[in-house]
């Protein structure tokens, strides 16, 4: 008896320290993650999760599940990628009004969805809100951007946290300038700079590096593929004198692989970093090997 009152009496003296949960950051998907949890090394008393299974990939119509709910109503900030990658935000924002949003995507210059449109049968009302692309992570200065926004934000919310966070973010984007320095040098000589990707996600990356996404297959990659489209692909495609096709690890690429019978073009993997392993070095590793992938598809 007196061992269970000893238990009970420490468990009372604990349970203040107990109760004092950590600081719920969660992030909306994988790249944010990835970024947040270098901003986030070895702060104490914050814990970070990421609302969405890795197996998820990009947020594209993303339905929120009963889960996910949950886990907001715990949590005192919410990590986005902003840009629109977000879409079910508008409906969330007023179920959660206490809920601290941090947009990663602060500033950072944001190209049209539509540049490479190929369904002719879409009709634009004239009201119709612009909408972005929301790749913006795939150009490390941007990714760069977007750290240095979480950063600040999350500095804002956890000041006593700011110095090691402005510490972490340092480091971490020094490792993405020397990212960015080898990509950009070994790109620069690639003879060939025309792509064609699966979906739209490699136009900033595109950007940044000098190359030209002269087709994407699908506009909207969880949708079957129309036999009208996969024409107007494949005459793109011959077009632009069959450049490298780019299927996505994330995606069954059977549209892909079909133009290419069609066409000749040649099949290589391109990785837009929204699954993985989710260690804090994802993204440069993924972003190295799409280098690797480029150079042998491109011509060193
Ligand atoms: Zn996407």
């Not at 109503?73 to 007023?94: K, Q, T, V, Y």
């Not at 602060?106 to 002719?120: S, V």
């Amino acid at each position: 008896m007196k061992k269970l009152c000893c238990f009970l009496l420490a468990l009372l003296l604990c349970c203040p320290a107990a109760l004092a949960e950590d600081v719920q950051i969660v992030a909306s998907f994988y790249p944010v993650y990835i970024f947040a949890q270098n901003i986030l090394t070895d702060v104490p008393g914050v814990s970070l999760s990421c609302m969405t299974a890795p197996s998820t990939g990009c947020l594209h119509d993303y339905q929120l599940l009963t889960g996910d709910m949950r886990l907001l109503a715990r949590a005192d900030a919410l990590l986005i990628n902003g840009a629109g990658m977000e879409s079910f935000l508008p409906a969330l924002l007023p179920q959660l009004p206490d809920l601290q949003v941090v947009d990663a995507s602060k500033g950072i210059e944001l190209l049209c969805a539509d540049e490479h449109h190929h369904d002719h049968d879409h009709h634009h009302e004239e009201e119709e809100e612009t909408e972005y692309n929301a790749h913006i992570w795939l150009d490390p200065k941007n990714a760069i951007q977007m750290v240095k926004n979480m950063e600040a934000q999350l500095s804002a919310l956890l000041p006593e946290h700011g110095e090691k966070m402005a510490e972490n973010a340092e480091n971490y984007i020094l490792r993405l300038e020397n990212l960015d320095a080898r990509l950009s040098d070994a790109l620069t000589a690639v003879k060939q700079r025309d792509i064609v990707t699966f979906h739209d996600s490699f136009p900033y990356f595109a950007k940044a590096y000098d190359l030209h996404v002269v087709a994407v297959v699908s506009m909207e990659p969880e949708e079957p593929l129309s036999p009208r489209m996969l024409k107007d692909v494949i005459d793109q495609v011959t077009a632009a004198g069959n450049p490298p096709l780019f299927a996505e690890p994330q995606y069954r690429n059977a549209a892909l692989e079909a133009i290419s019978r069609e066409t000749g073009a040649p099949v290589y993997r391109l990785d837009p970093v929204v699954t993985g392993n989710g260690s804090p070095t994802a993204y440069e590793d993924a972003m190295e090997q799409n280098l690797n992938i480029l150079l042998s598809a491109l011509g060193e």
